[in-house]
């Protein structure tokens, strides 16, 4: 099966700067890629994602990248908030419409955006 | 819109209870999923349903575990007997299926957090 690999686990930046979150996974036939928000006792919320088709995708201050070749993609926050603080999720899956497709999960990165 | 609602959102039980969580999703959305969540560690698939049939229990530990989802909208898990190691956070997702190779956004419940003692 899957297996998604999410480094660091722990990342500290001064507001302001940026942040990336790197991820790489097994399966070259998942296809969907997506990032949630958790923040401490709280549901997990989708803050981007992106399909095997595209390169790069951009939503304000939140870009993901995804290098197929290389089976890996990453999450970068520029001018980071104190809001941002949280723990996220890399996750991969394979959609192909109307089958198994449950998110496999990286283990989490807890981002800590330092005052 | 509504979110997808789960009860209880606390549990607290002694080893080889039984335990049920109740999750129902949002309007419409006809797949449902089922994750469970230890603590420090990223949600991991239960089991997910396409209306009322399961699309994928591999990872269900079916000695212990059972879920059903009888008409196809709210949907139960049963844990029995609970086992120390099955403390953690139960997590319910539903997606809107769209077809095709179009992706399917999960959205995810507030959870059940589960203490076995």
């Known amino acids: 099966g899957e297996n998604v690999e999410q480094h660091p686990s722990t990342l500290s930046v001064q507001e302001g700067d940026s942040a990336v979150i790197k991820c790489t996974y097994s399966d070259s036939a998942s296809n969907y890629f997506p990032w949630y928000k958790q923040e401490l006792g709280k549901r997990p919320q989708l803050i981007i994602d992106?399909?095997?088709?595209?390169g790069e995708k951009k939503d304000q201050r939140i870009a993901v990248t995804l290098n197929k070749t290389a089976k890996h993609f990453s999450l970068h926050i520029t001018e980071t908030q104190p809001e941002d603080s949280a723990v996220y999720f890399c996750a991969a899956s394979i959609h192909s419409g109307g089958g198994a497709d449950g998110l496999t999960f990286g283990k989490g990165t807890h981002l800590i955006i330092q005052p | 819109e509504a979110g997808v609602a789960q009860s209880p959102r606390y549990k607290i039980i002694e080893k080889r209870q039984s335990v049920a969580f109740w999750c129902n999703p949002i309007?419409?959305?006809?797949?449902l999923y089922w994750y469970q969540q230890i603590l420090g560690q990223g949600p991991k698939l239960l089991i997910q349903f396409q209306n009322n049939g399961v699309v994928d229990d591999s990872q269900l530990p079916k000695d212990r575990f059972s879920a059903e989802r009888l008409k196809g909208v709210d949907s139960t898990l049963k844990i029995q007997p609970a086992k120390l190691e099955d403390s953690a956070v139960y997590l319910c997702?539903?997606?809107?299926?769209?077809?095709?190779?179009?992706?399917?956004?999960?959205?995810f419940g507030a959870g059940t957090r589960l203490s076995v003692l």
């Open positions: 992106i399909r095997s088709n595209v």
């Open positions: 309007s419409g959305h006809a797949t």
């Open positions: 997702a539903s997606s809107f299926p769209t077809g095709g190779r179009t992706k399917n956004i999960q959205y």
